[in-house]
């Protein structure tokens, strides 16, 4: 299987931020649930990636923090396996 690499200056450098607000609602049409998260969405290797910040206004903390954490942590070694680092200078 062939792997292409891009070049550094292809790579996207944006960053934003994305509120997510949904809300559940049962037949009558009273909510039963809502809930609002905020994402910074960054790119790695050229990919958009939804790195959540908060959920209902407060930030993460405890075990919540630590799964986003081991999340973004395992994304950034999937995506940047085949990227190869820059050749040194001489």
Known sequence: MKRTVL???T????T????E???NFNQKGNVLRE???RYEVIYIADLSYQHLLEING???GGQDL???QKRYEDAVRERTRWIQPPAPSS
């Open 58 to 60: 407060k930030p993460l």
């Open 21 to 23: 607000h949904s809300q």
């Open 11 to 14: 790579r996207h450098v944006l």
């Open 16 to 19: 934003y931020d994305l509120l």
């Open 35 to 37: 809930i609002t998260r």
């Open 7 to 9: 070049p550094t200056a």
């Open 66 to 68: 630590a799964d986003e």
